[in-house]
């Protein structure tokens, strides 16, 4: 029997046999992400609290053992792959809503809670929590805080990062720490609640997190508009976010995303439509009338085919929730990025993916949170085919130089991971990545936390 190395021979005494993976076989699952890349971790753990994992990484700071934690693996960017083996920290299993305080509006939930069970919780207490990706039925708590990932409402109330009030996390050496505080109002020290958010688990593990409930709107409704081309619904989507009220949500389907959906659901959207927004409002209901109204006026233009008022915002998002599994069906492996701009800058960005995917050759769909200017890029390759993929990366480079010259970012929710790696040095300059470096460094100076993500 082969003898096991001396840091797993210690993690074996620290955890149960069913809770420390080795067989390969057990290992696979967590060598992936939905990013659809490989590297097999040499093993798994999977602890149940905040005390385990800290003697987990005393354990693999001694060893120098790089350590990859990880949610439920619904991320694209490859920020959970084991890029450098070793340990894979799953904390799937640390799925505890350990308080719901309504008097002080928050939630205290370990990672592994499910996205979608935090809103259930808060919705039967009167509340809502903002962060709401796609993917809510299945992503956790843990991945929305590595990535400060968004959703539709992050056009009104903000990011993951605005929605929590403190957090528990374990260091690189082990060490056990409290940020931000039980209060809306906190000004004691460094802010470190909001470096660890959207970090990607390269500077400590989250193991907790007290995260602000918002009110529950009073009224919601909606308003569905179509248009002859994106050129005039980029400029309706300007001409709303130039008001003094936001909408709740404020979302994009382009010609394509739209001709997909058709296939499969021939009676969902008008046929002549090539662009298509879903304006999500609420609060009371006077003031949700009055918007609707506007919206509706803001949304006409020369390109518009029809806008009409929904009462019910649930059918909204029947054609948004339908399109991500469509894609991944027809483009198992299509290259999907999240950029974005600001608002005012959307329609440069939309005219320009159109160009770049006709001069690379380059099918692709685009939709996403335009009232953020932050858009979804799929380009739909097959990376099997040298050609194909070939073209998708040299439409990719140029889309990224695009967006940075158009003052936006790389990413606006999914993070940057393995993926975008290589592109932060056109976003950061020298001086910014240099303090980038030094902060990881100080905070883990072997570089065993999530080895290979986020910093070039």
Not at 10 to 25: G, S
Not at 45 to 67: D, G, K
Not at 423 to 430: C, K, Q, T
């Amino acid at each position: 029997m082969t003898q096991l190395p001396a840091w797993l021979s210690q993690l074996a005494a620290l955890l149960p046999p069913e809770r420390l993976l080795t067989d390969p076989a057990d290992c696979y699952a967590y060598a992936f992400d939905n990013s659809r890349k490989y590297v097999m971790p040499q093993a798994v753990a999977l602890p149940l609290s905040t005390e385990e994992i800290a003697a987990i990484m005393r354990c693999c700071a001694q060893y120098r053992v790089p350590v990859t934690p990880r949610g439920r693996g619904t991320g694209t960017a490859g920020g959970s792959i084991p890029v450098s083996a070793g340990l894979v920290l799953s904390l799937e299993r640390m799925t505890r809503i350990k308080c719901i305080d309504t008097a002080n509006r928050f939630i205290v939930a370990e990672p592994g809670v499910l996205n979608a069970e935090v809103q259930k919780v808060a919705a039967a207490n009167g509340f809502f929590w903002p962060p709401d990706p796609s993917s809510s039925a299945y992503c956790s708590i843990g991945g929305n805080l590595a990535t400060n990932a968004g959703g539709p409402h992050a056009v009104k109330y903000g990011a993951t990062r605005d929605h929590v009030l403190g957090v528990q996390a374990v260091t690189a050496g082990g060490e056990i720490i409290r940020t931000g505080s039980y209060t809306s109002k906190h000004s004691v020290g460094y802010d470190l609640t909001r470096l660890l958010i959207g970090s990607e688990g390269t500077l400590a593990i989250i193991t907790e997190a007290t995260l602000k409930l918002s009110p529950k709107p009073a009224h919601v409704a909606g308003v569905a508009a179509h248009y002859r081309d994106t050129a005039g619904c980029a400029a309706a989507i300007v001409g709303i976010m130039q008001q003094p009220f936001v909408p709740a949500a404020l979302e994009f389907l382009d010609a394509q995303a739209l001709g997909l959906l058709r296939q499969h659901y021939p009676d969902m959207l008008p046929g002549d439509s090539a662009a298509m927004l879903m304006i999500e409002i609420d609060g009371s209901p006077a003031d949700v009338a009055a918007c609707q109204q506007a919206i509706l006026d803001l949304c006409h233009n020369g390109s518009l085919i029809s806008a009409e008022p929904i009462a019910r915002p649930a059918q909204l998002w029947a054609a948004r929730k339908a399109l991500s599994p469509l894609l991944r069906d027809i483009a198992p492996k299509k290259i999907n990025e999240d950029v974005v701009v600001p608002v005012s800058r959307l329609p440069e960005l939309l005219a320009g993916v159109e160009r770049l995917a006709a001069v690379h050759g380059v099918r692709n769909v685009n939709f996403g949170h335009a009232g953020n200017g932050n858009i979804h890029v799929n380009l739909l390759i097959d990376p099997q085919d040298p050609q194909q993929l070939a073209s998708g990366e040299r439409c990719l480079d140029r889309l990224f130089d695009l967006v940075i010259g158009l003052q936006g970012a790389l990413s606006g929710e999914h993070g940057i991971g393995q993926e975008k790696r290589p592109f932060v040095p056109r976003e950061l300059d020298v001086a910014t990545l240099d303090i980038q470096r030094r902060i990881k460094t100080a905070l883990d100076p072997d570089g065993i936390l999530n080895p290979g993500k986020v910093l070039p």
